[in-house]
């Protein structure tokens, strides 16, 4: 077992993120939120209006008219989007570092992200039902847990967990689970509440390889926002890798099961222009 | 670990709890006994297991033993069972218990207290006339650090998060520093117990429900068929016994039968109404 109590300290010792982008991922989970209140917490914190705008301007979102005002990104890319802007530009110093106990180098956390943030703007399209929008933040973070947790695996934890997949065919997060007494989603959803992100964003968080258990349409969307996510990158590099998602995930969320391969589809080939968004901030 | 330090532990652990560690669980040891050995200041899991030899009746192979059987625990696990005792068991047992208004709940392996608070909620949210009547709680373990827990009821964010809904949280918790305490009122009304399952079950009363969920599992067959025949003996009339989702009494005690409830799955003595 892992040192519970360190790591929630370690979680909550993590740099807070600004208010304003607090205040609008608070926002956008209210139902009743109007872009003219978004526009207002967005044009107060000019740091955040010069990036929103760097990304309202990239190539995924500008049009032949450059956006010059607060106001005009909003109704350009829309709360949801603007938002997941936000958050991004928020958690990118994290999501960029190397994490060697998960096998990530310098900027996969962030790439794998961003690919989740990608196939959640591409799901309304594909889905039988809403996608609410505090999903685009969760599939961002989803990850941002294996920050905290891979600052404390230690060799031998890494070998258990590997014993623990290989002998007892545990997925990771079971194994990590059995060995640590934790898994990098639940540690994922303590970073969340300590940034004071709306509840069924660290539930999305939380849940994301076993959205059943989180009872919430959020932990089924950002989970499918994952396994899309590693679609785009095993697209990218070396054509589709096998897609062993749960059946009663999609049935809940697709009108059918078919729609899963167009939506990989899509969300990989918009990937590196979204991108450019996410990487403008 | 070698494979005669890991052979003592698992034919100790066998005697002292008769859970079933199978050849290739060397990593599951392994991992534990490093976290004991870190926690009792023993620079190694080999010098650990040779303190336990040197005295196989102490302290430290008592912890040995708590080490392996703690298990994963949450508030509402597989929620399914609870949606049962709220919309079934408890309206079917508030009827045929009106008479006496006694009715009585064991929770056999209560780790630390996530379950029995569960149930506790469930009776104070739904029915709350429960509350008044003669209702005896017992929530029995293995492993006296846990239980100690149960009693203190006080649980981690990362704890609080596995499974216990906000509103819920509000209403029955209260933070105190970075924790959060169950109410004591409710956690007073329960008994908390050191019990060895596969020991004598003393001063067991008669009982309405019998959550024993996730722990038949570490079990070999004729301890499960021993453990479910106590359990029978226990049993009031009508009363029922709630397993995991990977358990069953089938093929190891036939005087149960299986009554489903829409996504669960519950037990109770057959030919009783």
Redesign the interface.
Known sequence: ?ID??R??EQANAMAPFPASTVRLAQMAADPDCNLTDVAEVIAYDQALTLKLLRGANSAASASATPVTSVQEAVSRLGTSRLVALAVASAARPQLCQQIPAYGLDEGALWRHSVAAAVAAETMPNFCGTTVPSEVFTAALLHDVGKLIMGRFLSP??L??IA??RD??HLSQLEAE???LG?HHG??G??IA?HWDLP?RV?QGI?YHHNPT?G?DVVCDFTYLANEVAKQIEAGIEEGRGDFAISSEVTARLLTSPAQLDTLCTIATGRFAEVSLRYNAV | MNTADFDFVRKYIREAAAIVLEPGKEYLVESRLQTLAREEKIATVDELVAKMRLNPQGDLARKVVDAMTTNETSFFRDLHPFEALKKTLLPELLKRRAGDRQLSFWCGAASTGQETFSVLMTIAEHFPELLGWNLSYLATDLCSKALARCTNGRFSQLEVNRGLPAQLMVKYFTRQGAEWEFRPELRKRVDFREMNLVRDWHRMPPLDIVFLRNVLIYFDVETKKAILAKVRKVLRPGGYLLLGGAETTFNLDDAFERVVLEKTTCYRVKNES
Do not use: K, T
């Open positions: 077992m519970l109590d790591l929630i031998d934890d070998r258990f014993e623990a002998v007892d689970a059995l060995i934790v639940e540690l959803g303590l509440q509840p660290v939380i258990e009872h």
